[in-house]
Structures are given as structure tokens and as C-alpha cells.
């Protein structure tokens, strides 16, 4: 198998061949198809990775990553657009009521609540009278 088809665990594997000397770097290079520069790359990447995780480390939870504190962001902003849009919504809906009945005056139709030339009240509602039937 060639260097470039082996995953992490395998190359972690293929290094401590070298380091605990049961192969030398050139059967390495010869059995894996990898150039001594990529194999030395490996090796000094390994140990760093190696001393980073002997590190010690502040004790409690890890900061928050600059995508989770942007999520957050974005979630409070989409909150507050919500609210507008409903706020908005309901803006709509009222210069939409007044406008009906802007049209209605027009019209010279009676809007509920006014009394009817009989004295009777409208409650709103499309009554029939027996006049319509």
C-alpha cells in the first residue's frame, strides 16, 4: 500500500516503525512509496502532535469556538428579525382594516356600530334582511 492511501492511524503506525527501529527509513521509503522529506515531515508532525497533547490545560470548559459564538449571533439576530416581522405583520393588518373601511365610507355602506335609519345596530356581520331574499 502506498503512502497517500493510508489514513492517520496508519502512518502514526508506519513512523514507529522507524522510531522503534524495525525498519530503516530507506525500507520505508522503498516499501511505502514516500520521499524521506514526507516521511521526516511525518515524524516532526507526530511528535508535535504528541507534545501538544501532553500540554497542560486550563481547567474547565474550552472557549467557544468563532463558529458556535457566529450561530449564536446569527440565532439572536434571526430572533429579532422575527419579532419585527411580526410587529410588521400586525402594522399590515391594521392600515389593511382601515383601508376596507376607508372603502366602505367611500362606498357609502354603514360600518359596524352605526345605527342602521331603522335605529338598528351593525354588528359587523352580512345580515340579510327580508328586503334581499
Not at 508506519?14 to 525498519?23: A, I, N, P, Q, S
Amino acid at each position: 500500500m502506498k503512502w497517500k492511501e493510508l489514513g492517520g492511524q496508519e502512518r502514526y503506525q508506519v513512523v514507529e516503525l522507524v522510531r522503534k527501529g524495525k525498519m530503516t527509513i530507506k525500507e520505508i521509503c522503498e516499501t511505502f512509496g514516500v520521499s524521506r522529506q514526507a516521511l521526516s515531515r511525518a515524524m516532526d508532525r507526530a511528535d508535535r502532535a504528541s507534545v501538544e497533547a501532553l500540554e497542560t490545560k486550563k481547567p474547565g470548559k474550552k472557549p467557544k469556538g468563532l463558529q458556535e459564538v457566529e450561530i449564536q449571533e446569527l440565532a439572536a439576530g434571526k430572533a429579532g428579525l422575527e419579532k419585527e416581522l411580526a410587529h410588521w405583520k400586525q402594522k399590515y393588518e391594521v392600515a389593511r382594516t382601515f383601508l376596507e373601511l376607508q372603502r366602505k365610507l367611500e362606498r357609502g355602506e354603514k360600518l359596524a356600530g352605526e345605527e342602521t335609519p331603522s335605529g338598528e345596530k351593525i354588528d359587523g356581520r352580512c345580515q340579510r334582511t327580508s328586503e334581499t331574499r
